[in-house]
């Protein structure tokens, strides 16, 4: 059971480069997240998706796009990098239905800005 | 801002002590969730507690919730070495489509 895999797990980039972070899972979940963490900040939601074909904004929006155009992957697209998001990226998934529930996380990306 | 945040922000005691950490919130929820955090590893579910329970338990895990005082604490009894982690409590938001960490507190068990 894979469950969420991230890839690539290590990225450095000049400020200005462009990347896309991809996140699969094997579960069948209706729901997935891209967060970041950094230093004393805890987790914070960059953006998300309720299903196939849709996305939301989170807290932490700028300077992200994303995409989910297969119900298993949910891509995260840097456009033109910069310093402030050198950071560890994670994607989570979890079931559709109710309040909440469950989230699995991936291992997580870092992503270094110089 | 952030719904969550837990308290101590690092937590140092020894193997076979009792570990506890508290989350406060502050908007109403449907439900609370605390995750742990190895270092360099993705966040692993622990427990998930609803609005309408007040305490919960899963092997040495002892999981309280406050309504009223919009707080939550997290008990590790008889902790190991392998506790240390850092551990997050989260709440959902958005009529639960999304959730909201806390900044985390790290706990370490010294052998």
């Known amino acids: 059971n894979a469950g969420v895999t991230q890839t690539p797990k290590f990225r450095v980039l000049k400020t200005g480069q462009s990347m896309t972070l991809l996140c699969a899972q094997d579960?069948?979940?209706?729901?997935m997240y891209w967060y970041r963490q950094d230093p004393g900040m805890g987790l914070r939601l960059i953006h998300y998706?309720?299903?196939?074909?849709?996305?939301a904004k989170g807290e932490v929006p700028d300077g992200y796009n994303v995409s989910r155009l297969k119900k298993q992957n949910f891509l995260l697209g840097l456009e033109s990098a910069a310093p402030s998001q050198t950071s560890v990226y994670f994607c989570?998934?979890?079931?559709?239905?109710?309040?909440?529930?469950?989230?699995?996380f991936g291992e997580g990306s870092r992503l270094t800005v110089l | 801002s952030q719904q969550g945040e837990e308290d101590p922000q690092a937590l140092s005691i020894q193997e076979g002590e009792n570990a506890t950490m508290n989350c406060s919130y502050k908007t109403s929820i449907n439900n609370l969730q605390w995750y742990r955090q190895n270092s360099g590893r993705g966040l692993v579910h622990l427990i998930l507690i609803r609005s309408n329970e007040r305490e919960k338990h899963s092997g040495r895990l002892r999981v309280t919730l406050d309504t009223s005082k919009k707080s939550s604490s997290l008990l590790i009894t008889a902790s190991r070495a392998a506790d240390t982690a850092s551990y997050f409590c989260a709440t959902d938001a958005n009529y639960g489509q999304n959730f909201v960490f806390g900044p985390g507190t790290r706990l370490s068990v010294l052998p």
């Open positions: 579960m069948n979940h209706e729901y």
């Open positions: 998706s309720v299903g196939e074909g849709t996305t």
């Open positions: 989570a998934s979890r079931t559709s239905g109710g309040f909440g529930g469950e989230l699995f």
